[in-house]
């Protein structure tokens, strides 16, 4: 988290959560700075998501109720307290093609509007989904940022490449 959250040393009381969705597990780094005070790490990587669960592409709105069922399990295992002010940040590959449908920053009703195009490709409609990054893998990505961001209260993500210096806190001096 140091290098990642390099940027961060003027603001050490601000607490910031690092969210890395990689190709089978999540990883969680949460502290203040540049200092990690706790590390979570869950089964719910984009790949294994998209493998153990989605057999179509888009998924049925049966392989995505089941998907959601598996992700609010390991989310509610790692015991993360729902309601704290912190900044999230992600450097994931994974979430790049998000970003770059959105911007840097995206609020969760983005993430729940592009879960609800997913939901109605589910039903049928895949034209919902133009524009959107293609693939299971995109899907189950999509998945597990919308638990994340949901369970854990968070309004919004912030998506930076890894040598980029991470942006000021939202609402900071």
Do not use: C, Y
Not at 10 to 31: M, P, R, Y
Not at 40 to 46: E, K, T
Not at 110 to 135: D, I, K, N, Y
């Amino acid at each position: 988290m140091a290098r990642v959250a390099s940027g961060l040393e003027s603001q050490s009381n601000a607490l910031t959560t690092l969210l890395h969705v990689g190709d089978e597990q999540l990883n969680v780094l949460s502290g203040r700075g540049d200092k990690p005070e706790a590390a979570f790490q869950a089964d719910l990587g984009a790949a294994r998501i998209a493998r153990e669960f989605f057999q179509h592409d888009p998924p049925t709105s049966r392989e995505i109720e089941r998907a959601i069922d598996f992700a609010e399990d390991e989310i509610m295992r790692l015991g993360l307290r729902a309601g704290v002010d912190t900044t999230l940040l992600s450097t994931s590959a994974t979430l790049q093609p998000w970003a770059a449908a959105a911007g840097p920053t995206m609020a969760i009703e983005t993430v729940e509007q592009w879960f609800q195009r997913l939901a109605s490709a589910a039903h049928g409609r895949p034209g919902g989904l133009q524009g959107l990054p293609p693939g299971r893998e995109a899907a189950a990505t999509l998945l597990v940022l919308r638990e994340f961001m949901h369970h854990g209260g968070h309004p919004s993500i912030v998506i930076v490449e890894s040598s980029q210096p991470l942006p000021d806190r939202p609402g900071s001096a």
